[in-house]
T-cell receptor, first 114, second 112 residues
Framework: DAGVIQSPRHEVTEMGQEVTLRCKPI?????LFWYRQTMMRGLELLIY????????DSGMPEDRFSAKMPNASFSTLKIQPSEPRDSAVYFC????????????FGDGTRLSIL | GQSLEQPSEVTAVEGAIVQINCTYQ??????LSWYQQHDGGAPTFLSY????GLEETGRFSSFLSRSDSYGYLLLQELQMKDSASYFC?????????????FGPGTRLSVLP
């Protein structure tokens, strides 16, 4: 079975540019999570969706960040405009909310804003 | 709110046993998970405890005491490949429903 798929794996761009990160959850997993990981702040939950609906976006740092889940098999996290402090590894994870099964993480996107 | 505490670093030698502790404060609690993350990799699931007691999976065991808001991960017969960061995560109730909150992580270094 395919795991959580994220793209791109690496992104380097200049500040002020728009960045779009993509995630395909495991089929049948109706909960999807976006995390950001940095050395200083650890693993932070940005937003999560249940059945394509955003449930908790309290971790989204500011209005420059937005996330969508137009269908059960695809989600995006967008940063516009990007800033150097957004440099981090962004993980997407999914799980079946009706079970005790854990979250499964994608390989992450390593984002560098110059 | 939710908060978790773990030691920041632990060092041990190959073949030894190491215990990584996790204490938590949550407004609601369903269970405690442990994840392993190698440098440059993604967190991968190790174990989950919803009830008090010890869960054993090969060389790794996890313990939970709900009354003490405490759990630990026990790694036996340490191998070099066990060098990684280990995160505890609570499955808890937030203002928005159920969620997972991760601890700050413990970096384990296994020495030859």
């Amino acid at each position: 079975d395919a795991g959580v798929i994220q793209s791109p794996r690496h992104e380097v761009t200049e500040m002020g540019q728009e960045v779009t990160l993509r995630c395909k959850p495991i089929s049948g997993h109706n909960s999807l999570f976006w995390y950001r990981q940095t050395m200083m702040r650890g693993l932070e939950l940005l937003i999560y969706f249940n059945n394509n609906v955003p449930i908790d976006d309290s971790g989204m740092p500011e209005d420059r960040f937005s996330a969508k889940m137009p269908n059960a098999s695809f989600s995006t996290l967008k940063i516009q405009p990007s800033e150097p402090r957004d440099s981090a590894v962004y993980f997407c994870a999914s799980r079946d909310p009706l079970s005790d099964q854990p979250q499964h993480f994608g390989d992450g996107t390593r984002l560098s804003i110059l | 709110g939710q908060s978790l505490e773990q030691p920041s670093e632990v060092t041990a030698v190959e073949g030894a046993i190491v215990q990584i502790n996790c204490t938590y404060q949550t407004s609601g609690f369903y269970g405690l998970s442990w994840y392993q993350q190698h440098d440059g990799g993604a967190p991968t699931f190790l174990s989950y405890n919803a009830l008090d007691g010890l869960e054993e999976t090969g060389r790794f065991s996890s313990f939970l005491s709900r009354s003490d808001s405490y759990g630990y991960l026990l790694l036996q017969e340490l191998q070099m490949k066990d060098s990684a960061s280990y995160f505890c995560a609570v499955r808890a109730i937030t203002n928005y429903g159920q969620n997972f909150v991760f601890g700050p992580g413990t970096r384990l270094s296994v020495l030859p």
